[in-house]
T-cell receptor
């Protein structure tokens, strides 16, 4: 059974810091991996989708990497800003199209 | 496009009552997903449809939950009878082939 774990569960950093969020999964037989952002009381917004044949994806200050063999993904946020404060969710996408989510990392960036 | 539309946004009901949650996917999307989010269990897939046909309902917690998709532009998730442990935020998402899922704003359900 596929399980997705995110560490840490919560993170507080001062503005301007670079930070890394971690995601691990137990079964390397995944189709893709996706990172989402969730603001309080809101739905999920897709940040980056990494296809299984790729090793990383970049969008602005965000960079996500994927290492299927070790069952790990990281989301790197450069020069963090208070507006980055949110919960970040990692999800593995199975070949059936089903998504399995981690519990998320709640990030607070202090001005 | 207005995105995925869910209604109601908030629902408060008493234990034993029937609850119906509604979802309108993005036009042209052929897959629709229902999720439940709680503090304890995180975000869980309940059921998903492809071309209006249920593909995987293994996440539906029990017979009190049922979902339908009578056409490509509408789906319902029904809980009958509702229980306090069903209190959660229920999300609907849709996607087209090989693309990312787009999530609705969610329905916040409280069963007293």
């Amino acid at each position: 059974k596929q399980e997705v774990t995110q560490i840490p569960a919560a993170l507080s950093v001062p503005e301007g810091e670079n930070l890394v969020l971690n995601c691990s999964f137990t079964d390397s037989a995944i189709y893709n991996l996706q990172w989402f952002r969730q603001d309080p009381g809101k739905g999920l917004t897709s940040l980056l989708l990494i296809q299984s044949s790729q090793r990383e994806q970049t969008s602005g200050r965000l960079n996500a990497s994927l290492d299927k063999s070790s069952g790990r993904s990281t989301l790197y946020i450069a020069a963090s800003q208070p507006g980055d404060s949110a919960t970040y969710l990692c999800a593995v996408i199975l070949f059936t199209g089903k998504l399995i989510f981690g519990q998320g990392t709640t990030l607070q960036v202090k001005p | 496009d207005a995105g995925v539309i869910q209604s109601p946004r908030h629902e408060v009901t008493e234990m034993g009552q029937e609850v119906t949650l509604r979802c309108k996917p993005i036009s042209g999307h052929n897959s629709l997903f229902w999720y439940r989010q709680t503090m304890m269990r995180g975000l869980e897939l309940l059921i998903y449809f492809n071309n209006n046909v249920p593909i995987d309902d293994s996440g539906m917690p029990e017979d009190r939950f049922s979902a339908k998709m009578p056409n490509a532009s509408f789906s319902t998730l029904k809980i009958q009878p509702s229980e306090p442990r069903d209190s959660a935020v229920y999300f609907c998402a849709s996607r087209s082939e090989q693309e990312t899922q787009y999530f609705g704003p969610g329905t916040r359900l409280l069963v007293l």
